[in-house]
């Protein structure tokens, strides 16, 4: 279905596919199939893969599509480095949304017709003293137990494959597979994808509530409007416990954790190909020049003031791994807010509410779980089954516990 834009006269909101055109401008006798609160990466994606099976697929999204957390990452896909000692479930859903990325890339980049910039060198892991070279041996010999390819380096044997890392490292590890995008222009492309596959999206209009019911579930918008489904996703990141009309035991357990991040500007002869993590900084380098330098991790509620604090530890942290950074000029700075769950894992799957399903939590690696997700909650919305990837991480493991607004 090729995409029109026009307004709607109701409400001066841009419609922008053809069948929402033709059906009633009241946007519940529309035939939706699938409503997505949430235009961020999860969102956008889902909608992508359900829509280019056939549904009718309604994305809202309260300010412009894409720029939630999603715009803020740093785009790293990154199981391999980012594996946490007790947390094996989430390391293989990481993994296999790490293998499922190079298909997803070329759907979207052949739908979208534009490039996301996945970039294969690897990640480099590096440790400048004795500590965190410690560190580093202990968080190989758990990879080579997982059966990971990762590769021992000393830190010449660091520069001949990066020569802009400090001369005095300790040691890395080069762990090839942990690949990275370019989270922004991901976020165009997957707008342009599920609007191309013939998904609806409006933004600029909040979503209030969710109205959970077995057989036709529906939203209802900040100004009234109930909008119906055969089923509602919910995708709002870290925003998605505020939706109302979920009892304590469905309301998604998530809150923000904030990073602060800082942009670099890319000035020759200096470069970088691998993402490289230090023990305090890690810089994720774009193809178009943009180094992306963070993150800081900090419990400060939906507060996204970047401070000198922040800025001058990222600085230095990045500064001892990559001393080259000093003469870069410094484009941006911001922070986001991580999605965090109480157990750090997302919430994906059928919720205690008739006909919502949870798409949501997923912390610090939403970029790279996009394709699992997306793909296995399409799959859940049109079969009804549940998959051995869902499972782990259904949001009733929550269900008994305590009204997460209490809780926190
Ligand atoms: P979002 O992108 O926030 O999308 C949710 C959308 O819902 C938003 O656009 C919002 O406006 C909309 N919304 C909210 N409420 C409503 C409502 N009521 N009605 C309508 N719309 C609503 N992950 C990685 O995998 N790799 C990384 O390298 C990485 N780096 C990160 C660095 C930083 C500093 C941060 C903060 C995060 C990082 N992450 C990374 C995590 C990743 O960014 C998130 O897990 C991911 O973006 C979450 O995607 P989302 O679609 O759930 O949320
Ligand atoms: N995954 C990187 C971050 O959350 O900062």
């Not at 060198?121 to 440790?127: N, R, S, Y």
């Not at 004795?130 to 041996?137: G, N, V």
């Not at 995708?235 to 109302?244: C, D, I, Q």
């Amino acid at each position: 279905m090729i995409g029109l834009r026009v307004r709607d006269p109701l409400r001066g909101v841009r419609l922008q596919n053809t069948h929402a055109i033709r059906s009633s401008e009241v946007r519940d006798t529309m035939a939706h199939d699938v409503v997505i609160v949430g235009g961020g990466t999860i969102g956008l994606a889902t909608g992508f893969e359900l829509a280019r099976r056939g549904p009718s697929v309604t994305v809202f999204e309260k300010g412009r599509a894409g720029r939630g957390t999603s715009w803020q990452a740093a785009g790293m896909l990154a199981p391999d480095t980012e594996i946490g000692f007790e947390e094996l479930a989430l390391y293989r859903l990481n993994r296999e949304s790490r293998r499922r990325w190079p298909d997803f890339v070329e759907r979207v980049e052949a739908a979208a017709d534009t490039s996301v910039d996945y970039r294969t060198e690897g990640t480099l892991i590096v440790a400048d003293d004795r500590d965190s070279a410690e560190a580093l041996r202990r968080r190989y010999e758990f990879q080579r137990k997982q059966g990971l390819e990762v590769e021992w380096l000393t830190g010449e044997e660091a520069r001949e494959i990066e020569p802009f890392v400090a001369p005095g490292l300790s040691a890395a590890v080069h762990s090839p597979t942990d690949h990275q995008v370019d989270n922004r222009r991901l976020m165009k492309a997957l707008r342009t994808a599920f609007e191309v596959e013939g998904g609806t999206l409006y933004e600029q209009t909040p979503i209030e509530a969710v109205v959970p019911d077995a057989d036709r579930p529906a939203v209802r918008t900040a100004d009234g409007e109930r909008v119906g489904a055969d089923r509602v996703v919910v995708a709002a990141g870290v925003w998605s416990r505020e939706l109302e009309g979920l009892l304590p035991d469905a309301r998604p357990p998530v809150r923000p954790v904030k990073g602060q991040m800082l942009q670099l500007r890319r000035k020759r002869p200096f470069d970088l190909t691998h993402v490289i993590r230090g023990p305090e900084a890690y810089l994720a380098p774009k193809s178009n020049g943009r180094i992306v330098v963070g993150a800081t991790s900090e419990e400060m509620g939906f507060d996204t003031t970047v401070t000198a604090g922040g800025l001058y530890d990222l600085l230095e942290g990045a500064w001892e791994v990559v001393p080259g950074i000093r003469d870069l000029p410094v484009d941006d700075t911001w922070a986001g807010l991580r999605p965090a769950s109480r157990d750090h894992a997302p919430l994906l799957g059928p919720t205690a509410a008739p006909g919502i399903v949870m798409a949501t939590g997923h912390y610090r690696h939403g970029i790279l779980l996009t394709p699992v997700t997306a793909e296995e909650i399409a799959r859940l919305i049109r079969t009804g089954e549940t998959s051995e990837w869902l499972e782990p991480f259904s949001p009733a493991r929550f269900s008994d516990a305590e009204s997460p607004r209490s809780s926190s």
